[in-house]
């Protein structure tokens, strides 16, 4: 108590302090005074605009037909119809798949491979963190650098170690460019995984596996009696938590391929906002959204109420 | 144990061991090599681009790249609007997400329900928002605005600052603000000269991490900026398709932008955890 300043003192007769009409006012409503500044702004940015969208979807809103007509679905309609719009909603879910079982698989191993300690382990530490403070835009330049046709070094090095001429676009030619923009993505989060499942494993209390060392239980053996059981819950909230990020993939396509060649690599978010910003078909954009939110939200509500669920029990 | 088991067993270890470190050492390679690149590739004069074998590190580096991509491709610009919008954000983030997180722990407002809520904004799409938030703007008068664009990024951070802050003051005991209301404190009073000075280091491990996500973010200002109050991340649309290969324009571009959210972030591992998992985990 004694580094804490209180200014106000206790009345000698022990009698409740005076306050102003005011302050008696504030200190009855203090707890959702608190939280009023960041509800409101949440309301204002996030969930008027949510409803200003609904109303877009259902009239004519298009920079290129006027009047603001109600259309019914039509909206919805050509976005449902339109086979690009599938064919991002298809690329969204296999990168989501891809990138958090690569980057949930090497996060794994990196988090094994560094739980015990050894000389250097804090170096090592921090730059295994360094790509999660990198905007994935500059991740996506960097790696753009790295692959392109003729500037990056990687198909020389390709050359060198299989012997023959590799001339490989990788920012244009399929499925290269599709490895490409995994290898950024995997490349930016694996450590988030990585920082998750390594913080489970550190839990683990050790005398666990000294106790099945005794009982000549083997490392694999003990890997999947002992570190799964525990490190569960870890990576459950570790997958889902990336999960719902990755779907939103948008900027290292964005900087890598633009959605290239022709609508080959667009994703959800993608595809919505070439619709909305390039073209100017807002109220398709807005209908697609909605849709794309909706699917989100199943996502969302089935694997937070699983994430719930481990952590009650 | 007899003198038979025991050179097995040390075998049994040796080996994951090595392994171990192999498997470090390459996943490190991967991580430096695109850092390696982009930073030679700031300093390599532009004779040496197309070199081959690649110039792996250039004879007579040049700073040329960074003076042309700051002044000449407006990166200096880029450069102060993304402090200004993302310290203001940061600043504003932090206390209305302190505030709110002191409510929700202290007095459990709302119950689960708000608390919820905010954490599902953090999983809202920011594309479903956008197009909607843009005609706001438009309107508003908003659009391309430094004030726009910190009010979209101190709402975009505050689900994680709430949280952050949430699990802190949860795991703060509260006897120390109960012993200032005896003394005649009001709960404001409570709260900003007892509860906030002891919450400190949270408070400044959760602006960090919202500094950081404002100064990578490239989704929202892509839209709701153009000319005026665009931020460092946007203005590497310039170098896309390197068109008159822009190469070292665009590493020194990103080795300015990169350099203080990496140093920022290795200042605050040790919160990481809770920072990735807001508050989720204790690490």
Redesign the interface.
Known sequence: ?AN????????VTGA??K?SVF?EW??RR???L??A???V??L???I???I??LV?SFINYDFQIPGHAYVGWKNFRQVVFDPVARSSIVLTAFFAAANVIIEFL?GL??A???VKHFRGRGV????????????????G???A??L?R????TN?ILSQLLGTDVKISWLTESPWLYFAIITADV?QWTP?MF??LL??LTAIPQNLYEAAELDGV??WRSFWAITVPHLGP?ML?AVT?RL?DT??L??TI??MT?GGPGTKTYT??YY??TL??TQFH?SN??AG??I??IL?ALV?TVLVRRLLKVEQS | MTATVQPARKR?RRR?AFG?FV??GF??L??????Y??LI?SIKPSND??A???VWFPSEPTFIHYTVSLFAYRGLKGLTNSLIISLSATVLSAL??T??A???A??N??GKH?SFW?L??R??????????????YRNAGLHDTHVGLI??Y??FT?PVS?WMMYAYFRQLPRS?ED??LV???????A?W??AM?LAAPGIVAAAVFAF?AC?????FA??LTSRDAFT??TV?RA????QG?L?GE??AL?IV??AP??A???LV?RH??RG??MG????
């Open positions: 108590m804490v300043a209180i200014t106000r003192k206790i009345p409740a302090p306050l302050s504030a200190d203090f707890k959702w608190l939280v500044p960041a509800v702004l949440i204002a940015l996030s008027y605009p949510l200003f969208s877009v090497l191993v990196l094994l491979a560094m090592v530490m921090s730059i295994l963190i360094v790509p999660l403070f990198i905007s994935p835009v500059i991740v330049q960097a790696w650098l790295l392109q003729p500037f990056g070094p020389y490349w988030f920082v998750i913080a489970g083997g490392a870890m909230l938590l719902l779907i939103k948008f900027d964005f900087i633009g959800a978010s919505l906002y909305g910003f807002l954009a807005t959204s909605w794309f939110l989100t969302v | 049994l994951p171990r498997f470090l996943y490190l991967f991580v430096l090599a695109p850092l690149w982009v590739t681009y197309l081959v074998p690649p209305l997400g505030f709110m002191y409510s929700l202290r007095f407002t709302g708000l905010v599902s904004q999983f809202l799409p920011p594309v479903a928002i956008i197009l909607p938030v843009f005609l706001i009010i979209a101190t709402v505050l709430v120390m012993a200032a003394d005649g404190c009001t709960r404001w009073q709260f000269r007892v000075p950081i100064w990578t973010e490239f989704f892509l839209v460092l991340p590497f170098f896309i398709g390197f290969a190469y665009a590493s990103a932008s990169l959210s990496i920022l972030g290795i591992q990481l955890v990735l998992t989720a985990v204790r690490g």
